[in-house]
């Protein structure tokens, strides 16, 4: 019989357990698994909230480290920096471990665009914050380098002056990983978004999460994507302007082999919808632009003041397909290249619903043949759950 109590008790134990973390799920990113970051590990020295200091225990490490290997933000440490602005060192892997508590504030905060205190890259610097860290006030730099990752920081928070943003002009090979990116893009200049560049090339942007991108877009990137750049997996909620706009301001940036895939979108805050409310636009305007995917996206477009502009904008030749886009004025605008109307587009099995005036629109009468549309359903489907986030650096 006590045999049979215990058992019995056990199963309701585990029962239990299943049901509060149903009720208690896990946020901003998994659990941390096994993970060890590359070469010899440097540990950082404390932080003193000064902003000289700060950033100077930082590079101090980064220098003592050297290209290959790891300077840690170490375990059960309470970081509260303070920073000036800093520059990563070229192939060090700036680390927090899981169970660090690091806070990186800018020692100048932000009161006008383009202010606050800048972390700078260097070729082949990596930063993994393991969510760890947490920025206020800091503008990510990237510009000009080569193969500069960051991944897994909380970057912005709701208590920040939301000036936080990353910039990656003219780098090639940067990655953007699971990022927390949160009230970010306040007032920046054009081309300066949350993630805003100018002339970027082969970068990667996959399992960023985006909360309340301000006056600007989540990504602004006027003159194109380059080539060989993806933006994949992200989550976009309570944007302010658009959602990305790559390719609309100039004709001198060919954007070749781009993919915008499996993102998501929802929540519109703008007030009012009489400028953009825009979610994927794609117009690349770039001569030469080809080969350009937008596809398996999702975007609703309610905002407060009523139905969202546009859900998709793409010029050039490319394919559109397979995306989920509900309640917008247009779910599509096919541009081709302008007037001429050489470029062709296949606009593929997407679904557009309460859409309030044309599923996709010709813009310039290109006719059918050019703006190849098939497969377009207009059934109110629910909306898909949130891509899931590519594990990187031991956290997903």
């Known amino acids: 019989m006590r045999a049979i109590n ?12 299943v049901a ?85 504030t800018a020692a100048t905060p932000s009161g006008t665009a383009g202010a606050g205190n800048t972390i700078t890259g260097a070729t082949g610097a990596t930063v993994n914050g393991s969510y760890a860290i947490t920025t ?31 910039q990656i002009d003219g780098s090639s090979g940067a990655t953007i990983i699971n990022n927390n990116i949160e009230s970010c893009g306040h007032s920046s200049p054009s081309g300066s978004g949350c993630i805003g560049a100018y002339t970027p090339t082969a970068f990667t942007i996959s399992g960023d999460h ?37 390719g609309y301001g100039a004709t001198t940036q060919a954007t070749t082999n781009f ?39 999702y975007a609703d477009g309610t905002y407060p003041s009523g139905q969202g502009k546009i859900c998709i904008e793409f010029s050039q030749t ?26 062709i587009q296949h606009w593929t099995n997407n679904n557009l619903s309460t859409i309030g005036i044309a599923p996709v629109l010709d813009y310039n009468s290109c006719g059918p043949s050019v703006i190849v549309v098939s497969g377009t359903t207009s059934t109110v489907n629910p909306a898909p759950p949130q891509p899931t986030r590519t594990t990187w650096g031991g956290q997903n």
Request: glycine share 10%; charged share 10%; net charge negative.
């Open 136 to 166: 206020s006030d800091i503008i990510w730099d990237f510009s000009n380098s080569t193969n500069v990752t960051l991944g897994n920081v909380n970057i912005g928070s709701v208590s920040s002056n939301h000036y936080d943003r990353i």
């Open 259 to 297: 993919l915008v895939d499996s993102n998501w979108a929802n929540d519109g805050a703008a007030a009012s919808c009489t400028s953009n409310c825009l979610k994927y636009s794609i117009p690349v305007n770039g001569t030469g632009s080809t080969g350009n995917t937008v596809s398996n996206n």
């Open 6 to 17: 215990f058992i019995a008790a056990l199963v309701l134990f585990i029962a239990s357990c």
């Open 318 to 343: 490319g394919t559109v397909s397979n995306n989920q886009c509900n309640n917008f004025n247009y779910g599509g605008i096919g541009y081709s290249n302008g007037a001429t109307c050489t470029a």
């Open 20 to 104: 509060c973390d149903a009720r208690f799920p896990r946020g901003g990113g998994s659990q941390p698994s096994s993970f060890t970051p590359p070469g010899t590990i440097t540990d950082i020295a404390a932080c003193n909230g000064t902003g000289a200091h700060d950033a100077s225990v930082i590079t101090t490490a980064m220098a003592a480290a050297g290209s290959g290997n790891t300077a840690r933000f170490k375990a059960g440490t309470s970081y509260a920096c303070v920073v000036n602005s800093f520059t990563l060192t070229a192939g060090v892997y700036l680390y927090a471990d899981p169970a660090a508590t690091v806070t990186l």
């Open 210 to 246: 985006f909360n309340h991108c301000y006056d600007n877009d989540c990504i602004d990137m006027p003159y194109g994507a380059g080539a060989n750049s993806s933006i994949v997996k992200n989550v976009f909620q309570n944007d302010y302007n658009s959602v990305m706009e790559i």
